[in-house]
């Protein structure tokens, strides 16, 4: 008997190094659940909701640079899937989405569980057909994977569960994919303008975001050439910070003063490799220079002067024999003075640890960050954990960062954590949890438990949403439905058969964590974090004091003095800065 083409879907997968599919199996994917457990090169992993999935898949794909799987059955399955694939395909992750449908004889009949996959998946991928006959699958399928490669995002296929059981079509298209390791390079003439302008000026910065993997070389020779500060993306923190005698840290909602800065005290910006959406932390009167692979990208965030199209080391390589050495690094030596003085502040924020279920948040993260190993792979939730891991967590050369940093949702670090923890086994791999985040997936701790994944999940348990409720405060208004009635993490972990160890006192943090990150399996540490902790923006305007003063006099008003002064206390150390 010949293969059926859900056989011929796991065969082409593996062939194109995909090595898990992530998804709930039932109805219309049960053919292809068969076809993976009699083939021994594939494992289906069974999260315990399709979201899930699809962020783990994305992790995968993140960190191999093959394509992740993941898949949902007729209906249900399919709406499941959608959030984790938009997060997917805004962090150019290349996935393949199977969506396994209804009868082909039952289109357009509304019938049980119907859902239009075309309409559905159309605005988070690259490519989304349905095949509806074993001739079109494998050409479609080899469409999907060679599109989410070489384009670097989503491609759903849509399955109909008979199809799926039919005989397989001999295959008339290639059975493998072919990504493209080609270099991009601008052409000589505007090289030659670029060039120009960098030795015309004398204060240079270099704003660099992920598309500077791989040319941390090229970016430090730049530097060293132009007297210029390095400023980077939260994104690009990871690639560009470590070994860098140049970098004065990020900017936007989660960086510091030392990066603002240096990019508006400059008179040329030149970005890399950087899609920074944040236009109001951009410099509007100064020149600027962008160079990013997609010249689609090109000018949409603020007003260039001089944009080229080019991957970023291959530029950089053609572009350093054109500049000229500069000798002046007045501009330099004082943005580096003033991120001296920024990493100073930053350290001795951890010096208070805070108190007995108040537990101060940066102290927490930089202790992660001092003990967890130089090649470990964080996953970061939406929210007060993204601002505090983009400040505390360092880079080294080797350590990956991840997380919903385009898409922006929550309750992503656990499903990034399981990808990570499955593609990368003999790595570490931190997933730092905010309380409300973990809440919307809480039931995939048990996925981490069934795979006997050795995650340790360290939960930042301010009972709130807090950057929700700061985004509350800055606008004027009194926080109202962000606290969160969480339950005991460390006892559910526990009741799902991981590690489980909870921590209101401070001085008790690193001994636990320790500990944790000792044990072999998984592992849930559950911290009470200081529920008032503020993150300040790198540059504070007058109008985010007035609004924030004025929601501290509503809750007053409203009878909530002592969230105020809890406030207050809590962040002295910011306030005393500010005046």
Not at 25 to 47: C, F, P, Y
Not at 96 to 106: F, K, L, V, Y
Not at 154 to 176: N, W
Request: proline share 5%.
């Amino acid at each position: 008997m010949g293969k059926k083409v859900a056989e011929q879907l796991v065969d082409t997968l593996i062939e194109a190094g995909v090595r898990r599919i992530y998804a709930v199996t039932g109805d219309s994917l049960n053919e292809v659940n068969e076809a993976v457990r009699q083939n021994e090169a594939m494992k289906w992993i069974h999260v315990r909701h399709e979201e899930t999935g699809a962020y783990a898949a994305g992790a995968e794909a993140q960190l191999t640079g093959l394509p992740g799987c993941c898949a949902g059955s007729s209906g249900p399955g399919h709406v499941h899937l959608i959030n984790g694939l938009y997060d997917a395909h805004r962090s150019g992750a290349p996935v393949i989405a199977i969506a396994s449908t209804i009868p082909t004889g039952e289109f357009g009949t509304e019938y049980f569980q119907e859902t239009n996959t075309i309409k559905l998946f159309n605005d988070c991928s690259f490519y989304n057909e349905v095949a509806t006959t074993p001739q079109q699958f494998p050409r479609m399928l080899q469409s999907a994977l060679q599109t989410a490669t070489t384009r670097k995002g989503v491609a759903v296929i849509g399955l109909p569960g008979d199809l799926a059981k039919k005989p397989a079509a001999q295959v008339e298209s290639s059975e493998q994919i072919y990504p493209l390791a080609s270099s991009v390079c601008p052409v000589e003439e505007d090289l030659i303008r670029m060039a120009g302008m960098l030795n015309h000026y004398g204060r240079i910065t270099l704003f660099c975001g992920i598309g500077c993997k791989g040319a941390h070389e090229e970016i430090i020779r730049m530097s060293e050439i132009l007297n210029a500060p390095v400023a980077y993306t939260f994104k690009g923190k990871m690639e560009v910070q470590y070994d860098n005698p140049y970098e004065v840290g990020m900017t936007g909602l989660l960086g510091m003063p030392s990066g603002y800065y240096s990019m508006h005290e400059a008179e040329v910006l030149v970005m890399l490799g950087t899609d920074f959406p944040y236009s109001a932390f951009l410099p509007d009167d100064i020149k600027i220079v962008q160079v990013d692979i997609k010249p689609e990208r090109l000018g949409r965030r603020a007003k260039v002067d001089l944009g080229l199209c080019g991957d970023i080391r291959s530029t950089l390589r053609a572009l350093l024999p054109m500049l000229q050495q500069k000798k002046d690094d007045s501009f330099l030596r004082k943005q580096l003075k003033r991120y001296e003085g920024v990493k100073k502040d930053l350290a001795a924020y951890t010096e208070d640890k805070g108190k007995m279920d108040q537990i101060h948040p940066e102290y927490v993260m930089s202790e992660i960050n001092k003990i967890s190993s130089d090649d470990a792979i964080y996953t970061v939730d939406t929210g007060m954990t993204c601002v505090w891991g983009a400040r505390y967590l360092q880079a080294t050369g080797k350590r990956h960062m991840l997380g919903s940093f385009n898409h922006g949702s929550m309750a992503n670090a656990l499903p990034q954590a399981i990808g990570a923890a499955l593609a990368c086994p003999d790595r570490q791999v931190i997933a730092l949890c905010g309380d409300g985040g973990l809440s919307m997936t809480l039931g995939d701790l048990e996925t981490v438990v069934q795979y006997k994944l050795p995650i340790k999940v360290i939960v930042f348990n301010n009972r709130s949403l807090g950057m929700v409720k700061l985004e509350m405060e800055v606008d004027g208004l009194p926080d109202w439905q962000t606290n969160m009635l969480n339950p005991n993490f460390a006892q559910v972990a526990e009741a799902m058969g991981m590690t489980g160890f909870n921590v209101s006192d401070p001085e008790e943090v690193l001994n636990t964590l320790c500990n944790a990150f000792e044990l072999e399996g998984p592992v849930l540490v559950n911290i009470m974090t200081d529920p008032n902790a503020l993150a300040m923006p790198p540059k504070i305007e007058l109008g985010q004091m007035v609004g924030f003063a004025q929601s501290m006099y509503k809750l007053l008003i409203n009878g909530r003095s002592q969230e105020v002064i809890d406030t207050i206390n809590s962040n002295f150390k910011h306030i005393r800065e500010v005046f």
